[in-house]
């Protein structure tokens, strides 16, 4: 087994090392992030939703206004 680990350690530069360290790092980070911020993200996302439906809704409903007044 010892050998096994020893000839694979051989193989794999070590930059392969630092850049799976740095994924790791990512992934966990994103991890966390994801678990403590989920609430208040989707808050935020649903306010910014509602207000783009809404301002869409004047918009439509002032050019169907105007275009029944031109005509």
Request: net charge positive; hydrophobic share 50%.
């Amino acid at each position: 087994m010892v050998i096994i680990l020893g000839t694979l350690k051989k193989q794999i530069p070590m930059y392969h090392n630092l850049e799976d360290f740095k994924l790791w790092c990512l992934n966990l980070f994103v991890l966390f992030f994801s678990f403590t911020n989920v609430e208040v993200t989707l808050k935020i996302i649903s306010l910014l939703l509602a207000i783009g439906y809404t301002l869409r809704r004047w918009y439509l409903m002032e050019k169907k206004q105007n275009n029944e007044n031109n005509s």
